[in-house]
Nanobody
């Protein structure tokens, strides 16, 4: 069974930085899109950043210029570098990946367990 294992969350002061990581735990055939979402208390889950297999990236307007998504395909890992953090960035962050486990299987949607990011002085 494939699992996405997240790490890197924590407490940081406004203006600080954090780097989130998300790695697939099993051997897989291919990964398509990889994304980061976040959900703040009382709010809907929102898409933060996307990385496609063509190395294209997209960001929510609220994080453009501050967050950077990257991936290491050899390690089946996606990262989210978060700089100039604001209290409004406080949320649980979830990674997502569209994965094809074997050549004979279809694409599936997989989610990480979530990691808390708190920006506070």
């Amino acid at each position: 069974q494939v699992q996405l294992v997240e790490s890197g969350g924590g407490l940081v002061q406004p203006g600080g930085s954090l780097r989130l990581s998300c790695a697939a735990s099993a051997t897989i055939f291919s990964i398509n899109a990889m994304r980061w979402f976040r959900q703040a208390p009382g709010k809907q889950r929102e898409l933060v950043a996307t990385s496609t297999t063509g190395a294209n990236t997209n960001y929510a307007d609220s994080v453009k210029g501050r967050f950077t998504i990257s991936r290491d395909n050899a390690k089946n890992t996606v990262y989210l570098q978060m700089d100039s953090l604001k209290p409004a960035d406080t949320a649980v962050y979830y990674c997502y990946a569209q994965i094809r486990r074997r050549t004979w299987t279809t694409w599936g949607d997989y989610w990480g367990q979530g990691t808390q990011v708190t920006v506070s002085s």
